[in-house]
């Protein structure tokens, strides 16, 4: 039997793009489909230009140049949940409206993409609590450095398998006849590539089956046993009376004799 694993919908927050390099972003696309939300693009391409940190600003202006020639997404996709809001007491600052926006989205494409698993890379710790403790079946947290050993060895993390035998138990992984659903990601910006890409031919679309109604069935099924049943008797009167015409000549045959041999004594 086939383990069905589920299609990754990988979504990165700033902190992990601004701790890995462009080499590891594009090892990214080895664990799933990457995708930024819309608040962390806008960041970075205003980072791009004014950031006061020259590190910050080159990462911007890094994931410019890389962003063009990958397949990854942009996502404003956004849902909100009881537990992604700011603590009590906690000063809503420009990090936390980042953080926050970010697991909104990841939330909003865990509950349009049921099918799928989205894992929200962050390196804040008291965002990966929330998301455990939200217990969505097909959601979940990892860090840079877990990310990064998953997109360079190809093992799936802890937090990973769980959330897949979660899925599995909770039957929201698709038979295997349904497998390849497209990812429903609203409003999203496809990262142009620079390449072009060659469609390839549609394939024909199969005729589709239309089962004949059953009264039609007994209809065709009565008319045949009607033509068998009329050819029996007709072959039957026709053995008949053949049959009496053979038997009818010898004795014509006998009454001309008797009626010559009449006719010689006379």
């Known amino acids: 039997m086939t383990t069905i694993i589920p299609p990754v919908l990988l979504i990165l927050d700033l902190s992990i793009l601004s701790s890995t390099s462009t ?18 693009y806008e960041e970075l391409r205003f980072l791009s230009d004014r950031a006061p940190d020259p590190d910050l600003e080159r990462v911007a202006r890094d994931f410019q140049r890389l962003y063009k020639e990958s397949n990854w997404k942009v996502s404003d996709v956004v849902a909100y949940h009881p537990m992604l809001k700011s603590a009590t007491g906690e000063a809503y600052t420009k990090r936390v409206r980042l953080a926050l926006a970010v697991s909104r989205t990841a939330y909003g494409l865990s509950q349009e993409n049921t099918a799928k698993l989205v894992v929200l890379a962050v390196s804040d710790r008291n965002l990966q ?3 455990y403790d939200m217990q969505i079946p097909n959601l979940c947290a990892i860090n ?3 990310l990064l050993q998953w997109s360079q060895t190809g093992q799936r993390p802890i937090a990973v398998i769980q959330k897949i035998q979660q899925m599995r138990s909770g039957g929201l992984l698709p038979d295997a006849a349904h497998r390849g659903t497209p990812t429903r990601i609203q409003g999203q ?5 620079g390449t072009k890409k060659h469609t390839a031919p549609r ?16 209809l065709v099924s009565t008319l045949l046993a009607l033509g068998a049943l009329a050819f029996a008797v007709g072959l039957f009167w026709f053995l008949i009376k053949h049959a009496n015409s053979q038997y009818a000549a010898p004795q014509q045959n006998s009454t001309r004799t008797v009626l010559l041999e009449q006719s010689h004594c006379v």
Do not use: A, L
């Open 203 to 218: 394939s024909g679309i199969p005729q589709p089956y239309v089962e004949m109604p059953h009264w039609i069935k007994d």
């Open 23 to 40: 080499r590891e972003w594009m090892g990214f696309s080895r664990v799933g489909t990457c995708i930024i939300p819309k608040i962390i």
């Open 189 to 193: 910006t496809n990262i142009q590539s």
């Open 144 to 146: 840079g450095p877990t």
């Open 129 to 131: 609590q929330k998301i």
